[in-house]
Structures are given as C-alpha cells and as structure tokens.
C-alpha cells in the first residue's frame, strides 16, 4: 500500500501527534507520519517525535514579522517531506491564505467542542460557563475562518457538575485520541471526499426568521 505523506502542525504536548502516529504505524493505515512541524520549542511533542524517530522541525513563529510569512516557512518545509495532507493538532495559530492554498482541502484540524458550539481558545472553559450537559471534539476540514469547515467527525462526551476545566479536557482528549486518527484514515480513503449535507439541509424559510 502506498501511504499518504502526512505533516502534523503542533504547539504543545501532542497528545493527538502521538495517538496518529502509532495508528499510522500499523501497515494497514493508509498514512504515514512524515514531519512534525512546531512552533514552540519547549513543545513536549518534540520530543514524541524524537522517541518515535520521526523527523521534526522548529519554525518559531516569533521569527517572521508576518503570519504569512511563518506560513510559507511551514510551506516549505512541508513540501520539503513530500507532505499530501496537513493535519494541525494542537496548533495554536490561525492558518493564513499561503497554507490553504498551498493544501487545498487537504488541511485538518481537532477542536475540542461540539462544533459550531464554542469556537476559540478556551472552548472547554466556555462549555463548562455554559453549563452544557454533554460536549465533546470535532475533525473539520481548515477554513480561513476559524474553528469552521465541513465536519468530518464528532464524539460527545457527558459534562458532570463536578467537571474542572482539567477534568472535562481529559475526558474529551480521550476521545480526541480515538476519532482523529480514524477520521484522518477515512477521508484518505474516500479520496478527500467532502462530507456530504444532509438532501434537506437548508433552512426552512420559517426558521430562518426566527
Ligand atoms: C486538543 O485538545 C485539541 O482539541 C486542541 O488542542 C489540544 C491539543 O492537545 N486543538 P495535544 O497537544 O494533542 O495533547
């Protein structure tokens, strides 16, 4: 099986890189991990990339005077490890024109709410100001606009009066862990099929008045 080249976008802990990298390990995932792309330095998922043997590159953002400018950094270096598809996994920046142009519909993203709920930063924080009973994560195709794009996957998890910020984001990373990697192998699969809307998707005339 020829293996789709995929370069994951990391800020922190990686988590999310380390769950996608030992799925794609397996012979029967249809990707392979080829770079890991961060952006801080004390970012703990170097060094899963590092015990994993898999190549990494700093490129600190406060480098480039211009957003577009880190992007085309990224670009390169994507480009570099013949990169097909960008997976974004805890990276904490807003993806600019020069990236999406440069992997058109071939760029994802995990969010961890039920989106088009709680988009941003603190999304968990939000769910739990609230007082959503359930929430849970999100692998969307990358928009220019943030924390949008066709949904790939969802999960729910239940939200318990007891919740702390801590208690609730483990509780959704787990499943974070599950459906990203399964997500990522699916619309590899599919051929980078767009999810398809529901045949009566638009909105009844009544309720957009409301
Ligand atoms: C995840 O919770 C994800 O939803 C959000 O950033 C977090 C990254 O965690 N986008 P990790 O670095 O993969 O552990």
Not at 127 to 135: E, F, Q, T
């Amino acid at each position: 099986m020829n293996k789709v080249r995929i370069g994951v976008l990391a800020s922190g802990s990686g988590s999310n890189f380390g769950a996608i990298a030992a799925q794609a390990q397996s012979p029967h995932y249809p990707g392979e991990v080829a770079v890991l792309i961060c952006n801080q330095a004390p970012a703990y998922a170097r060094e899963r990339a590092r015990q994993l043997g898999l190549p990494e590159h700093l490129i600190p953002n406060r480098d480039y005077a211009h957003r577009e400018d880190h992007d085309r950094a990224v670009v390169a270096a994507l480009q570099a490890h013949q990169v097909e598809l960008v997976v974004m996994a805890g990276w904490m920046r807003v993806a600019t024109p020069v990236l999406l142009a440069a992997y058109p519909d071939r760029i994802l993203n995990i969010h961890p709410s039920l989106l088009p709920s709680f988009r941003g930063m603190h999304a968990v924080q939000q769910a739990l100001n609230y007082g959503v009973k359930i929430s849970g994560c999100t692998v969307h195709i990358v928009r220019l606009e943030v924390d949008s794009g066709p949904i790939l996957a969802q999960a729910a998890v239940p939200v318990y009066p007891e919740d702390t910020v801590a208690s609730l984001q483990q509780r959704i990373q787990s499943e974070e862990h599950r459906i990203y990697p399964e997500a990522i192998a699916q619309y590899i699969q599919s051929g980078y099929r767009l999810p398809q809307m529901p045949t009566n998707a638009a909105i009844p005339a009544t309720l957009d008045r409301q």
